[in-house]
């Protein structure tokens, strides 16, 4: 479970700054915004105090648009209240600023902004991923705050036809909410207009990424075209499957630095899936917010630990290789150059044993120091894991079962997978247990020599293994992206 990077910094205001907003927040609970105060007193302004917030794109990411997104639905100005679009602007990054006073008693919000002012989004807010490209959006992107898995079943009667409308249309609102336009299609019966469920924020780093399951090419009539790469992955041990949380037609994987853009996408993408294609079964998880750390760090998963040291990194010289499926001899899988297979896993974490074990036993579970990542061979977080070194009692520093040592590729023959996951928490159960986990995303461009070997290794005396539980799988084999006037799949489904 060794591959998620955090990356949004967010700026922290100086000493003055922040002393001069406590000072206000005092005379406001004091009452000096009383009825004697002018309107102009009861405002709280941040012209010279507004701070920055840094994109944070690692190299290879996904291009972001450092300009401020198209305003819409700004309130009028001089109407004396505060817009949804300006309360964004200077405090959609709360971490950046916390320039939102609640007045005593609650009944009145001061915002950091003039009524007359037009703030621009945030960073979060105003970043934008491409839809267009040589792939698709959301595999190599960085990791964003929330994220929702859905898969459909296509419905009964509809084939290649139906399938290849679906993803036109699929491809085009993909392209519009990526963008933060809205999806209203401008229907004469009123019936397509947007949700309005995002008006206000901007793209917020939205992706919106298709994949094609197994039995898509039966339902299709493209059996021929199917990949070897999509035959069914092999039974492990320690498997729990729910057959009815698993595989699907079609997989969508969204993701968004923002709840409700990111609930935005899925609803729009549920909504045009009709009467083509029926949800199979969906998956809601997160990550940590943009900003949420003093400087960009390795996210850490629902057990604690650095969760992504080791992933491929887009700069190394074999990550083409590793991820994306190349251009082949075979005409019958052209439409998959460029593309890669996601293999996902829901993957519950039994957190109630887990926490039992002292930090000392959880760190020889996974093999590194559970405070910042390190290896326990010695070190930093980036430190190379030196899987012969020994302590002076002669005992392996990195116990020979570790999961860190079983999944790590010098013990695989260099097998690899980009991975790109988010946690989940599915509720409480009746008898207290926590549903609660990782929705284990990774990408290669061959599971053969990806996710199956490694599992295998890991099914077979992984230290980890008494500690979660996966229950849920599913294979998709994901497009290339869609050139310019294009669709996602189109070279397959108009072959």
């Given at each position: 479970?060794?591959?998620r990077?955090?990356?949004?910094y967010?700026?922290h ?6 002393q001069?907003?406590?000072?206000r927040?005092s005379?406001?609970v004091?009452?000096n915004s009383?009825?004697k105060?002018?309107p102009?007193s009861?405002?709280?302004?941040a ?8 994109d944070?794109n ?6 972001r648009?450092k ?8 309130g009028?100005p001089?109407?004396?209240s505060?817009s949804r679009?300006?309360l964004?602007g ?24 003039r ?11 105003a970043?934008q ?9 959301g595999?190599t ?7 929702h898995l ?6 009964p009667?509809?084939?290649?036809k139906?399938a ?15 963008a ?13 207009h947007?949700t309005?469920?995002?008006?206000d ?6 992706t ?13 009539g493209?059996?021929d075209?199917?990949?070897p ?5 092999p ?6 499957i ?15 630095d923002d709840?409700l853009?990111?609930?935005?996408a ?12 029926r949800v ?5 998880g997160?990550n940590?917010s943009?900003g949420?750390?003093a400087?960009?760090?390795?996210a ?12 491929p ?5 074999d990550f083409?290789r590793?991820?994306?499926?190349p ?6 899988y ?6 890669s ?8 974490m039994l957190?109630?044993d887990?926490?039992?074990l002292?930090?000392q036993?959880q ?13 326990l061979s ?6 190379a ?13 990195i116990?020979?079962?570790a ?7 010098e ?9 790109r996951?988010f946690?989940?928490h ?7 247990s ?8 990774c990408w290669?461009a ?7 070997p490694?599992?295998?290794k890991?099914?077979r005396g ?14 998709f084999a994901v ?13 397959l489904?108009?072959?």
């Amino acid at each position: 479970m060794e591959g998620r990077r955090d990356r949004a910094y967010v700026g922290h205001r100086s000493d003055d700054h922040r002393q001069e907003r406590e000072d206000r927040l005092s005379r406001i609970v004091s009452g000096n915004s009383s009825k004697k105060s002018s309107p102009r007193s009861r405002r709280t302004t941040a012209g010279n105090g507004r701070t920055s917030v840094g994109d944070g794109n690692g190299k290879g990411g996904a291009g972001r648009s450092k300009g401020n997104a198209p305003s819409k639905g700004d309130g009028t100005p001089g109407s004396g209240s505060i817009s949804r679009r300006r309360l964004l602007g200077t405090a959609g990054a709360a971490g950046a600023t916390g320039l939102v006073l609640g007045a005593a008693g609650g009944a009145t919000g001061y915002a950091a902004a003039r009524p007359d002012e037009r703030t621009a989004l945030t960073t979060v807010g105003a970043a934008q991923v491409t839809f267009h490209g040589k792939h698709q959006p959301g595999i190599t992107t960085p990791l964003q705050a929330r994220g929702h898995l859905v898969a459909f079943d296509l419905a009964p009667g509809a084939g290649r036809k139906e399938a290849a409308v679906l993803m036109r249309r699929w491809s085009d609102v993909a392209r519009r909410l990526m963008a933060g336009e809205p999806t209203d299609s401008g229907s004469a019966d009123g019936t397509a207009h947007d949700t309005g469920i995002a008006l206000d924020a901007g793209p917020s780093s939205l992706t919106i990424t298709f994949g094609f399951g197994g039995t898509f090419f039966e339902r299709t009539g493209l059996v021929d075209h199917r990949p070897p790469g999509l035959d069914p992955l092999p039974p492990f041990s320690a498997d729990h499957i729910d057959a009815k949380r698993s595989n699907g037609d079609l997989w969508v994987q969204i993701g968004a630095d923002d709840a409700l853009v990111a609930f935005h996408a899925l609803r729009a993408v549920q909504k045009e899936a009709a009467p083509a294609a029926r949800v199979r079964w969906q998956m809601n998880g997160f990550n940590r917010s943009p900003g949420a750390t003093a400087q960009p760090m390795t996210a850490r998963n629902l057990m604690g630990q650095v969760d992504g040291t080791n992933n491929p990194k887009p700069a190394d010289s074999d990550f083409g290789r590793r991820v994306f499926v190349p251009a082949g001899t075979d005409t019958k899988y052209d439409w998959l150059a460029g593309g890669s297979y996601a293999v996902v896993r829901r993957i519950r974490m039994l957190l109630d044993d887990w926490e039992k074990l002292p930090v000392q036993r959880q760190e020889q579970v996974i093999g590194r120091r559970k405070k910042d990542g390190a290896p326990l061979s010695g070190g930093t977080e980036t430190t190379a894991m030196d899987l012969d070194r020994a302590g002076p009692d002669g005992k392996l520093l990195i116990p020979d079962n570790a999961h860190a040592r079983i999944s790590s590729p010098e013990k695989n023959s260099g097998a690899a997978m980009l991975r790109r996951p988010f946690s989940y928490h599915d509720g409480i159960a009746a008898d207290g247990s926590l549903d609660a986990g990782l929705l284990f995303i990774c990408w290669q461009a061959d599971p053969l020599r990806g996710f199956v070997p490694v599992q295998r290794k890991l099914d077979r005396g992984d230290a980890l293994s008494p500690f979660i539980r996966h229950e849920a799988s599913g294979l998709f084999a994901v497009p290339g992206g869609a050139a310019d006037g294009e669709y996602v799949g189109q070279r397959l489904l108009e072959s």
